[in-house]
Structure formats: structure tokens, C-alpha cells
């Protein structure tokens, strides 16, 4: 089964700065979305990019998507001091029925 | 309009005690899905299930776990002798049905065998 792999692990950012993160995976998919993991607590759905698209906006994210690279990227803009969180990438594969997620960033935005 | 509730949020089991875990989807989600998450790690898929059926249990450890559906009540992921490498945050997701469709997390069990 392939695992998403997010780069980097940590990121620390000032408030106002911005702040991008990396993910990738093996194989073919449907769609890739990106959630956030606040500590302790249960996963926020943020965003999903289906396979035929390049690039969705939602407020202060963007996500792209590169089928032939197989990557994507999340970028937040104008960070926040509450957007501190893990943001994870979850791939649905073709012909899977479940998510397989990566290994997160942990992102801190420093007021 | 609540959310996928689970409960207890917090557990503590001794080693060879039984775990039982329970998820309620969100209103009109059939499809329920099982996610098991380690310190630091990402979530780890363990099995996917509509009502009254098990579809895709290939992240299921084949011995001591197990998970029901019915066709009344929450979901069930049952853990039988624990040991400690069973301690985890045990996290429930459900969606109105496959197909592009995100994924709705509730809060997780965490789960502690000691």
C-alpha cells in the first residue's frame, strides 16, 4: 500500500508569513485531500483536488496538484498563530475504499 | 447536525482485557471507516464497513481485532487481550457513500493498556 510522504516534518514560520508543505505518493488516485490535526484531537477535512484538477482555492489555502510528479502542495497564506496544527495529505487510490494518509508536517506559526 | 461521535474518548485497559470501541456516523453516512494513529505518525487504515457488511479489512490485524456494523446502533471496533502495543489513538471517519467524497473524522478513542 503506498504511504503519502509530507516534506517537511516541522516547519516553524512567524505570523503573516506564509507557509508550504509537501506531500507525495506512489501510485494512481481519484482525489487527494489535505487535513489538519490539532494536537490531541480528531482530523478537520480542509480540502480535496480530484485528479483532473490542478489547483482549488479555499480562503487562505491553495493546493496544487501534479498527477505526473505525483505531489501536491498546500500553501497557507498570511498564517496565524492559530493554524499551529498537523496538516496531513490522504490520497484515495484508484479502486481503493479508504484514505491512505502521509506522515504530516507539524506546523508552527509563532505570534 | 452532529458530528461522527465516538466514545469514551479516553480508555485504559490492562493487558489481556478487551477493548470496545464505538462510532455513530454522521446523519445519513452509511459507510464507516477505521483508522488506527501511533504518536507521531500519520493515520493507518484498518477497515471499512456499511451497514451490516464489512467491505475492505486488509489494514485489520487478522488476530484479536474485530468490527460490526449493525443495522441499528454505532459501529463496534472490539480489541480482545490488549497488549500494549494496542495503545493508540483509535480514530472513526464516515462519508455519505464512495467516490470523491472527504471523509468526516470524529474526535478519537485513545486508547491505553497498561
Known amino acids: 500500500s503506498q504511504q503519502g510522504e509530507e516534506d517537511p516534518q516541522a516547519l516553524s514560520i512567524q505570523e503573516g508569513e506564509n507557509a508550504t508543505m509537501n506531500c507525495s505518493y506512489k501510485?494512481?488516485?481519484?482525489?487527494l485531500q489535505w487535513y489538519r490535526q490539532n494536537s490531541g484531537r480528531g482530523l478537520v477535512h480542509l480540502i480535496l483536488?480530484?485528479?483532473?484538477?490542478r489547483e482549488k482555492h479555499s480562503g487562505r489555502l491553495r493546493v496544487t496538484l501534479d498527477t505526473s510528479k505525483k505531489s501536491s502542495s498546500l500553501l497557507i497564506t498570511a498564517s496565524r498563530a492559530a493554524d499551529t496544527a498537523s496538516y496531513f495529505c490522504?490520497?484515495?487510490?484508484?479502486?481503493?475504499?479508504?484514505?491512505?494518509f502521509g506522515t504530516g508536517t507539524r506546523l508552527t506559526v509563532i505570534p | 447536525n452532529a458530528g461522527v461521535m465516538q466514545n469514551p474518548r479516553h480508555l485504559v485497559r490492562r493487558r489481556g482485557q478487551e477493548a470496545r470501541l464505538r462510532c455513530s456516523p454522521m446523519k445519513g453516512h452509511s459507510h464507516v471507516y477505521w483508522y488506527r494513529q501511533l504518536p507521531e505518525e500519520g493515520l493507518k487504515f484498518m477497515v471499512y464497513l456499511q451497514k451490516e457488511n464489512i467491505i475492505d479489512e486488509s489494514g485489520m490485524p487478522k488476530e484479536r481485532f474485530s468490527a460490526e456494523f449493525p443495522k441499528e446502533g454505532p459501529s463496534i471496533l472490539r480489541i480482545q487481550q490488549v497488549v500494549r502495543g494496542d495503545s493508540a489513538a483509535y480514530f472513526c471517519?464516515?462519508?455519505?457513500?464512495?467516490?470523491?467524497?472527504?471523509?468526516?473524522f470524529g474526535p478519537g478513542t485513545r486508547l491505553t493498556v497498561t
Open positions: 483536488i480530484r485528479s483532473n484538477e
Open positions: 490522504a490520497t484515495e487510490e484508484t479502486g481503493a475504499n479508504n484514505l491512505f
Open positions: 471517519a464516515s462519508s455519505p457513500g464512495t467516490g470523491a467524497h472527504e471523509q468526516y
Open positions: 501510485t494512481s488516485i481519484n482525489n
